[in-house]
């Protein structure tokens, strides 16, 4: 095949994934947007869902994400700087990695039966935004170590150099010169694992159950978006709604994600 | 100081391991509900039996190993031709700005929740093909497209970046040779990219065979080893997440145990991406 044939043939392979992801987003905001008006965010679903609005999933949305979040960021950034600042090659490192990495790859179901298990009966939680978030947490535990790693790696050692050389100590150096200059990375890393916790359902159908009511205590059930699209869309509930339910859920992902991916390209065009 | 050091050393060293005491919690707890249930029937006989009804006390997996390899086996056909032809155009033909833009919109599919997927699977997909191939609509050749789009974003970032790292100095060998541009991608880019590209497709496996929502909404879930794409079919990972809700006994043991034969299969991809990772270094 000629140059220009082949060049042809691959960019209209691409166009085709373009075109993929414009008509499935189009798709749903074309019968999702109609829908989406204030009362739809701000009221509570009556009749299952079937009319009224998304309220109480988006609580339980925000809850869940955010709880995990409260765990999830601080364990996997301090992971982060003791794998970067903290170690030699010895054993530990590698089996930390080695768990890291293996976490990663779980798929989301076996959290969820893991989270079932664990916190919704052994620790007696129940179904609960509790037992969701904590579930979801070790989920996002892996993303948010990668990222943080690489964010902290990029870091150029000249700073702790300079740091370590006017007297600090390793961790005042960490706290004072690393993270700070890590922090835009961080943040992307972290704003990615809040997009894939808001758009989980597996894991947290199993453990936050699927309430319709609005959580008082962490204690209680509660449904998160995708748990109420998913239940709309399945049990045919209302067709009009899961689209409303969607492009909520969609709009709130893209939002976040764009931002992430912003930061992450400021940092790159800082970087050359 | 020096002691205080110590201190914080160790004290990251503790928050350190707690992902590795998440991956142990996951697998006692989960092999301590599956096993008995296995350990009564025998792992041959469950993973071999061809009968899943759980009310007559029968629990056979087969179908839906079979299902999770016929749907994982369409996800890859579908998604590493169009992944890696599109990481191709990206990396090495399109200009760098068209580049940039194309390679952040297909991130940002990525994002989109995997239970929307499925549903745009059982509203566009599922009556095309009930209409134009005939059948139910809900099947393996239904949960294949749609695991093969959900595939796309990582086959497409992962072999950009493969292929990115090739070194410049092998392109410009190959085209000083009077090598034209495709020549070179397909004799020095591609052979030197390999084992990345291997790694990448592993990758992509290890997510269609863990995806459940978009999979339950299109495959028809029938507990039958399909003989044609056109049949519906259960995965292992719907096959949990179908029954989870209602099951209770031995029917719920059955379901932990279809969790444990999962999480295996998942655990050797694991081992066999980092084996070629580790090749690659070599």
Partial sequence: ?272 | MRRGETLVQWSLAIVALSAIAVLALIIIFIFKEGSPIIARLGMVQFITGTKWSPTRGMFGILPMIVGSVWVTLGALLIGVPIGLATAIFLAEMAPSGTSQILKSAIQLLAGIPSVVFGFIGLVILVPLIRQWLGGPGFSVLAAGIVLGIMILPTIVSVCYDVLKAVPQAYREGMLALGATRWQTIKMVVLPAARPGIIAAVILGMGRAVGETMAVIMVAGNATRIPVSPLEPVRTLTSNIALEMGYAVGEHREALFATGIVLFIIIALLNTLARLVARVEKV
Avoid: C
Wanted: hydrophobic content about 50%; proline content about 5%.
């Fill in chain 1, 1 to 272: 095949m000629t140059d220009r044939r082949v060049t042809l043939l691959f960019a209209s392979i691409t166009g085709l994934t373009v075109i993929i992801l414009v008509v499935i987003i189009g798709y749903v905001m074309v019968n999702g947007l109609p829908g989406l008006t204030l009362p739809f965010l701000l009221e509570s679903p009556r009749e299952m869902g079937r009319t009224g609005g998304v309220f109480p999933a988006i609580v339980g949305t925000v809850l869940l994400t955010g709880i995990a979040l409260i765990i999830a960021a601080p364990v996997g950034i301090l992971t982060a700087v003791y794998l970067t600042e903290y170690t030699r090659d010895t054993w530990l490192p590698k089996i930390v990695r080695f768990g890291t990495e293996s976490l990663a790859g779980i798929p989301s179901i076996i959290f969820g039966l893991f989270g079932f298990l664990f916190f919704v009966i052994y620790l007696d939680l129940g179904w609960s935004v509790l037992s969701g978030a904590l579930t979801l947490s070790a989920m996002i535990l892996p993303t948010i170590v990668r990222t943080s790693e690489e964010a902290i790696r990029a870091v150029p050692d000249a700073y702790r150099e300079v740091s370590l050389a006017l007297g600090s100590t390793r961790w005042q150096t960490v706290t004072s010169v690393v993270l700070p200059s890590a922090k835009p990375g961080i943040m992307t890393g972290v704003m990615l694992a809040i997009g894939r916790a808001i758009g989980e359902t597996a894991a947290v159908i199993f453990t936050a159950g699927s309430s319709l009511r609005l959580p008082r205590t962490l204690l209680d059930s509660t449904r998160t978006l995708p748990v109420h699209f998913y239940i709309l869309a399945r049990e045919g509930i209302s067709l009009e709604n899961a689209y409303s339910t969607a492009a909520v859920l969609i709009l709130l992902i893209l939002a976040i994600n764009i931002a992430a991916y912003t930061i992450m390209d400021r940092l790159a065009k800082k970087e050359s």
